[in-house]
């Protein structure tokens, strides 16, 4: 079982009392512990698997908080970092009423932008691992350096490299994407993850179906295409196929993506990923998208983040 290593933010999702427009009495939040690739690194650990998360939390109450809950769900802690230069970020979520969100940040300024290399504890990328990175750390200049010399350091280790699109247009300044600084990142990875929204915003006016093969020539082995409730597709050089998720009542869909991207590292995990090739074995493919889309799809049907990513018995008959 390969090692899995989730790099970036961590943050409280403060989840809306209302959903939808119809709703009754003032609005409040309730905590929930989030941020896409701590997501990642507590759906894998619930799936059994070696998970550590890499970022920096602020010294206060939100902070303490995340440190608490990732170790309770089985997360390897020991490259959390502490800081007392700024606060853990906040997200205000609102949903409507077919669990959709929409994110109001309170970032930056915010702890896991304080991240540098200096803080990676020593012999992490020693032996490969499975390390996982999103765009929402390439929103500062800083930050973005971090992301890309430690996707560089992990490389050099002989890893797999698993990026999640993940855009959030509001952690940007102005709003405006930098999608030049997204793709550099995404054409590190060999494993690449978005939705089909995500697509259409980094391909621009590009073809689709060129702009996929141009990541598969850029090195990627495997890109899965996610949209909701329809169809998965899963591309490599030999072509696509497709997977329909299991269909479930939505509730809150904030870890639908974390929870399938951390199905699919699990499946990986225990696969040896190492062996050429191994994007071209359509049996491990159909149980990886199988597992994947079962765990997306437990996570929508729950509210909040970590609470919500299915345990193995939850996801495996």
């Given at each position: 079982m390969t090692p899995i290593i989730a790099f970036g933010e961590a943050l409280v999702d403060m989840l809306s009392s209302h959903l939808g427009e119809d709703h009754d009495g003032p609005e409040t939040f309730t905590p929930y512990a989030g941020g896409a690739p701590a997501n990642v690194a507590v759906a894998c650990a619930r799936l059994g698997m070696t998970?550590?998360?890499?970022?920096?939390?602020?010294?206060?109450?939100?902070?303490?908080?995340?440190?608490?809950?990732?170790?309770?769900?089985?997360?390897?802690?020991?490259?959390?970092?502490?800081?007392?230069k700024a606060r853990t970020a906040l997200a205000f979520v609102s949903r409507d009423a077919s669990g959709e969100r929409t994110f109001d940040f309170y970032r930056p300024p915010a702890a896991d932008l304080l991240y540098r290399t200096e803080h990676l504890p020593a012999g992490v990328f020693a032996d490969p691992a499975i390390v996982h990175l999103c765009s929402n750390s390439l929103t500062e200049p800083d930050i973005a350096?971090?992301?890309?010399?430690?996707?560089?350091?992990?490389?050099r280790s002989g890893s797999l490299i698993s990026v999640d699109a993940n855009l959030r247009h509001n952690l940007w300044p102005g709003h405006r994407i930098d999608v030049g600084l997204v793709t550099r990142l995404i054409d590190q990875a060999d494993l690449i993850k978005l939705s089909a929204e995500e697509l259409d915003a980094l391909r621009g006016d590009h073809p689709r179906n060129d702009w996929l093969a141009e990541r598969l020539v850029a090195g990627a082995r495997l890109i899965v295409v996610t949209d909701g409730p329809a169809e998965v597709t899963a591309h490599t050089t030999n072509g696509a196929v497709t997977m329909t998720p299991p269909p479930v009542k939505a509730i809150d869909t904030t870890a639908g993506g974390d929870a399938f991207i951390g199905g699919l590292l699990a499946a990986l995990s225990g696969h040896d990923w190492q062996q050429e090739g191994w994007q071209y074995d359509a049996a491990f493919i159909d149980r990886a998208l199988t597992l994947a889309c079962r765990c997306g799809a437990h996570a929508v049907t729950r509210p909040g983040a970590y609470a919500a990513l299915p345990r193995r018995d939850d996801v495996i008959d």
């Open positions: 998970s550590r998360f890499l970022g920096m939390l602020g010294d206060d109450h939100f902070g303490d908080f995340l440190a608490r809950e990732l170790t309770a769900h089985g997360v390897d802690v020991t490259g959390v970092v502490r800081t007392q350096e971090t992301t890309l010399a430690i996707t560089e350091m992990a490389q």
